[in-house]
């Protein structure tokens, strides 16, 4: 009987650490993608969907990014403006003229339209450094043991 007991918890234990292992977050590295809304269309029929019914699209910034655990670290690819549905993966890719055209229709500002945020363009290099400058000075800016000689009184 005890043996059953034995063989039982130590398939529970087992199976609870397997599953445990597996459960592991992963911390994304790598180019991602960025989709942003940057303006807000009038739903007229000029900015409805084509492929799906009854769906506006607005005006959406895309760069793409490298970054380690959700932190930006550089742009890899300069911000462009396209089409999109909010809360959406899909976009349409515009030609330059069609893009002004909207801008002008709208009275918006492209230079506004295309500029990224500080903390993306800066804020993982900002942080980067302060971890290169850390490691360092963990590594070289320990005090030196001072040679102390014992007084004899």
């Not at 034995?6 to 398939?11: A, D, E, P, S």
């Not at 234990?13 to 590295?29: E, G, V």
């Not at 801008?103 to 339209?113: P, R, V």
Request: proline share 3%; charged share 25%.
């Amino acid at each position: 009987m005890t043996y059953i007991k034995k063989l039982f918890l130590t398939t529970t234990i087992a199976f609870c650490s397997y599953n445990l292992a597996l459960a592991k977050a992963r911390i994304p590295i790598g180019k991602i993608d960025k989709l942003e809304i940057v303006a807000d269309l009038p739903n007229t029929d000029e900015y409805l969907s084509k492929e799906e019914s009854n769906t506006h699209l607005d005006l959406a910034r895309l760069h793409q990014e490298y970054s380690i655990a959700w932190i930006p670290v550089w742009i890899t690819q300069e911000p462009k403006l396209i089409l999109a549905k909010e809360h959406s993966d899909r976009y349409y890719e515009l030609s330059n003229e069609e893009i002004e055209k909207i801008i002008s229709a709208n009275k918006l500002k492209k230079e506004q339209l295309l500029k990224l945020g500080f903390y993306t363009q800066y804020g993982g290099k900002i942080l980067l450094f302060l971890l290169v400058c850390l490691i360092l000075y963990g590594l070289f800016g320990k005090d030196k043991k001072k040679d102390v000689k014992p007084i004899n009184l």
